[in-house]
């Protein structure tokens, strides 16, 4: 089993960077698939990035493409999202999850979440 936390999320204002962090406890960390993925209030989850198990491989959703970059860090157990040139419609909560999949990019492909972390764009 997993346990997620993320971190890092805030207020900025538009054009803004920010970095989230979502550290894993467990021994078994570089097996997962991480992803992160946001939520408004209302609205479904949505995909952002997922990252695989070896770091190789990464996939985006078109919105953030060429802005966010997801990695991760083994010997930390922590996966991040570094997010630059951030717009208000990036407002969102977001979360980190794991699964044993591979390149997941649906919510019910993952096993496991953390509590999630507002991130606040201001125009």
């Known amino acids: 089993q997993v346990q997620l936390v993320e971190s890092g999320g805030g207020l900025v204002q538009a054009g803004g960077s920010l970095r989230l962090s979502c550290a894993a406890s467990?021994?078994?960390?570089?097996?997962?698939?991480m992803g992160w993925f946001r939520q408004a209030p209302g609205k479904e989850r949505e995909f952002v990035a997922t990252?695989?198990?070896?770091?190789?491989?990464?996939v985006y959703a078109d919105s953030v493409e060429g802005r966010f970059t997801i990695s991760r860090d083994s010997a930390k157990n922590t996966v991040y999202l570094q997010m630059n040139s951030l717009k208000p419609e990036d407002t969102d909560v977001y979360y980190c999850a794991a699964t044993t999949n591979i390149l997941g990019l649906g919510p019910t492909s993952y096993d496991y979440w953390g509590q999630g972390t507002q991130v606040t764009v201001s125009s």
């Open positions: 467990g021994r078994t960390f570089s097996r997962y698939t």
């Open positions: 990252i695989s198990w070896s770091g190789g491989n990464t």
